[in-house]
């Protein structure tokens, strides 16, 4: 595939990785973040620009293959930040790389966008099982997200991929983790897969490990290609010894949005003085 991947949300955590592993798979990366990266890699082509501007936009995903579109806030906060950055801001990558003539995107959703919907019975959770149930105006924006991508293949064309993203974090670091952690590398491989697979059309997979605890179903991920190589249980003694085994009927262990689901994740405690 000609032209590079432009990566949103170069700078960030995520970002990161991706610089880190897509060129090992083939990718050549076009950075771009509202602030600069600061370990520029070899053959990175770099651009700083803030992703709600729409003509700057059109001009960072001319000759793009792909759009991964990991910008935005990475958790909850107030309406106005949210509504701006991550819903205006997914709308202006969607509508770049349309005007721009890019066939596929990669859209970094997040499990709170189903965050209150109960652990089955038994068995795993598939992700036609989880429709839409925010757990905070963060969980809206990336509703609102999987949304535009759906309206954006219908209607245009595109091929959109929404990674319902678990917790990516270097390892997992509370109980909850050792069941929604999605390492760096499987953040890579995931990636990969969301790019390389053959006309996914609209498409929407957890984004986790294969970790012993999850609960979400990986079969959809793994159509895709995906083929997860890290489990959080490698964690799971030292993390239970601190904060004691996980209770299945806590919420934060009931519900897959966890923690966000509970009263003090309510936008009201992340208004700005
Ligand atoms: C997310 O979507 C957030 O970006 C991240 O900071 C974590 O809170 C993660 O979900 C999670 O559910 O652990």
Same mark, same amino acid.
């Given at each position: 595939?000609?032209?590079? =991947?432009?990566?949103?949300?170069?700078?960030?955590?995520?970002?990161?990785? #991706?610089?880190? /592993?897509?060129?090992? %798979? /083939?990718?050549?990366?076009? $950075? #771009?973040?509202?602030?600069?990266?600061?370990?520029?890699?070899?053959?990175? +082509?770099?651009?700083?620009?803030?992703? *709600?501007?729409?003509?700057?936009?059109?001009?960072?995903?001319?000759?793009?293959?792909? =759009?991964?579109?990991?910008?935005?806030?990475?958790?909850?906060?107030?309406?106005?930040?949210?509504?701006?950055?991550?819903?205006?801001?997914?709308? $202006?990558?969607?509508?770049?790389?349309?005007?721009?003539?890019?066939? %596929?995107?990669?859209?970094?959703?997040?499990?709170?966008?189903?965050?209150?919907?109960?652990?089955?019975?038994?068995?795993?959770?598939? !992700?036609?099982?989880?429709?839409? %149930?925010?757990?905070?105006?963060?969980?809206?924006?990336?509703?609102?997200?999987?949304?535009?991508?759906?309206?954006?293949?219908?209607?245009?064309?595109?091929?959109?991929? $929404?990674?319902?993203?678990?917790?990516?974090?270097?390892?997992?670091?509370?109980?909850?983790? #050792?069941? *929604?952690?999605?390492?760096?590398?499987?953040?890579?491989?995931?990636?990969?897969?969301?790019?390389?697979?053959?006309?996914?059309?609209?498409?929407?997979?957890?984004?986790?490990?294969?970790?012993?605890?999850?609960?979400?179903?990986? *079969?959809?991920?793994?159509? #895709?290609?995906?083929?997860?190589?890290?489990?959080? +249980?490698?964690?799971?003694?030292?993390?239970? +010894?601190?904060?004691? !085994?996980?209770?299945?009927?806590?919420?934060?262990?009931?519900?897959?949005?966890?923690?966000?689901?509970?009263?003090?994740?309510?936008? +009201?405690?992340?208004?700005?003085?």
């Amino acid at each position: 595939m000609s032209g590079p =991947v432009l990566v949103t949300g170069a700078a960030g955590r995520i970002g990161t990785w #991706l610089r880190g /592993g897509l060129p090992e %798979r /083939g990718w050549a990366v076009r $950075c #771009l973040d509202v602030v600069p990266v600061t370990d520029v890699r070899p053959g990175e +082509e770099h651009l700083v620009a803030d992703i *709600t501007d729409l003509a700057a936009m059109v001009d960072a995903t001319e000759g793009a293959s792909a =759009v991964v579109h990991m910008a935005g806030i990475s958790g909850e906060s107030t309406w106005p930040a949210i509504s701006h950055a991550n819903i205006e801001g997914t709308y $202006c990558v969607l509508e770049a790389a349309r005007r721009s003539g890019v066939p %596929r995107v990669v859209l970094a959703s997040s499990n709170h966008a189903t965050g209150y919907t109960p652990r089955p019975d038994g068995g795993l959770l598939r !992700e036609v099982d989880a429709p839409p %149930r925010p757990d905070t105006y963060y969980g809206v924006a990336k509703v609102t997200m999987e949304a535009l991508g759906s309206l954006y293949v219908d209607r245009y064309g595109l091929d959109v991929v $929404c990674l319902r993203i678990g917790s990516a974090f270097p390892e997992p670091t509370s109980t909850r983790q #050792l069941s *929604t952690w999605l390492s760096p590398a499987d953040t890579v491989s995931l990636v990969d897969a969301a790019l390389k697979a053959p006309s996914p059309g609209f498409s929407v997979v957890w984004g986790v490990s294969n970790n012993t605890r999850r609960w979400w179903d990986l *079969t959809a991920a793994q159509a #895709l290609g995906y083929e997860p190589a890290d489990d959080a +249980e490698v964690y799971a003694e030292a993390l239970i +010894e601190v904060h004691g !085994e996980p209770d299945l009927g806590d919420p934060v262990h009931g519900r897959v949005g966890g923690e966000y689901t509970l009263p003090e994740f309510d936008a +009201e405690n992340f208004e700005k003085p």
